[in-house]
Structure formats: structure tokens, C-alpha cells
């Protein structure tokens, strides 16, 4: 099966950089996904991690090692719209579908 | 680009009631989709998903089930809801013309039940 790791809350300050970090066992991987979530609102998609490295979009930057399962969520220059949770997901190759299996996620709070 | 629609955006329901939550996909063509559960605080479970018209696979036994009548629309019903059904209800797609694997996320149904 797989079981996915994550702080269940963490707090920055406005125009700090934080890390987000998740830690999977599984019996197969296909990729890692991260997905933001503001509070009472869908997922929204925010990065997908096959190879390992570090992948840059913007602010947002997303690591993944597939030898250690860990992946990482990097958030620079923090906004207040940055609070919100940051679920981490991969996928289970063994389902036969595209499955994925989310962390509790992180709820990271950014104050002024 | 592809869209994903969810109604309704809220719903209060009695203990027993029946329910029906609906979702549609547009702009593509035989995506795959999926409905999520998540409990306040907990999170994402997936309850059903769905490879094509009326091919529908549970997740998690319970007291909900789930139909694709036509290649883009998704409903999520229940005969008698329970008080353990409230949550926040997630429709998602992946695939289709895209052919890639990210599944997107429609807008929700917050779901109570008294």
C-alpha cells in the first residue's frame, strides 16, 4: 500500500521562504504531485514530479528522490494568498488506473 | 480548454434522505473521472472512478454509489444518507485528449446532513 507523510501545520512570515515536506513508502511509484488548497475550495494542481530533482515554477518549486521518498515544496517570497494547505499525492501503479493517494496535507499559515 | 462543473455548491440534507450530486467535463473526450470524500480536517478519500460510460469502480463499500451515463457526466447518489455522508464532496478529471495524468478538481459540494 502506501502511506504518505506530511507536518499537519506550519507558519511564515510574509516574503519568507518555507519547505513543505513529504515522505512516502510505497510498493511502487509513478509520480508525486502536490496540490494547493485554499480553505472551503478545491485542490488546484501545482506541480508533478516523475524523475528526480527540482522542478521551478515561479515562486513554487517541487523536489522529489525517489531512493529516499521524499519530495519537498518550495515556496519563496510568501504571499498572505500562501495560506492555505498543501497536500502532497502519488500515484499507486498497481491499481491499474491513475490513482492517486493523498498525504492529510499541510496547512501553512503566512502572517504580515 | 477543459472546464469542470459541479452542482450544487451546497446542500442540507435529513438523516435518510436520498441524494444526487452531479458533475460534467467539458472540452475534451473520454476523460477518466473520479469522486473524492473529504471529512473536516481529514484527507482526500476516493470513493469511486470511472474509465468510461458506465464502467464504474468502488473504492470504499458504503452506502453511496455512483453512475456515468453519458461519456462526460458523473453522478454521485444515495438512496438513504447518513449522518457519517456529510463532507465535502470533489469531483475530479484526468486524461482525455490531454492524455496526461493530473487529475483537476471541479469547484466541491459541502454536504451536511442533520
Known amino acids: 500500500g502506501q502511506n504518505i507523510d506530511q507536518p499537519t501545520e506550519m507558519t511564515a512570515t510574509e516574503g519568507a521562504i518555507v519547505q513543505i515536506n513529504c515522505t512516502y513508502q510505497?510498493?511502487?511509484?509513478?509520480?508525486l504531485f502536490w496540490y494547493q488548497q485554499h480553505a472551503g475550495e478545491a485542490p488546484t494542481f501545482l506541480s508533478y514530479?516523475?524523475?528526480?530533482g527540482l522542478e521551478e515554477k515561479g515562486r513554487f518549486s517541487s523536489f522529489l528522490s525517489r531512493s529516499k521518498g521524499y519530495s519537498y515544496l518550495l515556496l519563496k517570497e510568501l504571499q498572505m494568498k500562501d495560506s492555505a494547505s498543501y497536500l502532497c499525492?502519488?500515484?499507486?501503479?498497481?491499481?491499474?488506473?491513475?490513482?492517486?493517494?493523498f498525504g492529510t496535507g499541510t496547512r501553512l499559515l503566512v502572517s504580515p | 480548454s477543459q472546464t469542470i462543473h459541479q452542482w450544487p455548491a451546497t446542500l442540507v440534507q435529513p438523516v435518510g434522505s436520498p441524494l444526487s450530486l452531479e458533475c460534467t467535463v467539458e472540452?475534451?473526450?473520454?476523460?477518466?473521472l473520479y469522486w473524492y470524500r473529504q471529512a473536516a480536517g481529514r484527507g482526500l478519500q476516493l470513493l469511486f472512478y470511472?474509465?468510461?460510460?458506465?464502467?464504474i469502480s468502488s473504492e470504499v463499500p458504503q452506502n453511496l454509489s455512483a453512475s456515468r451515463p453519458q461519456d462526460r457526466q458523473f453522478i454521485l447518489s444515495s438512496k438513504k444518507l447518513l449522518l457519517s455522508d456529510s463532507g465535502f464532496y470533489l469531483c475530479?478529471?484526468?486524461?482525455?485528449?490531454?492524455?496526461?495524468?493530473?487529475?483537476?478538481f471541479g469547484p466541491g459540494t459541502r454536504l451536511t446532513v442533520l
Open positions: 470511472s474509465v468510461g460510460i458506465g464502467q
Open positions: 510505497t510498493s511502487g511509484f509513478n509520480g
Open positions: 472540452g475534451t473526450s473520454n476523460p477518466n
Open positions: 499525492a502519488v500515484t499507486d501503479p498497481k491499481a491499474g488506473f491513475q490513482k492517486l493517494v
Open positions: 514530479n516523475v524523475l528526480d
Open positions: 475530479a478529471w484526468s486524461g482525455g485528449l490531454a492524455g496526461a495524468d493530473t487529475q483537476y
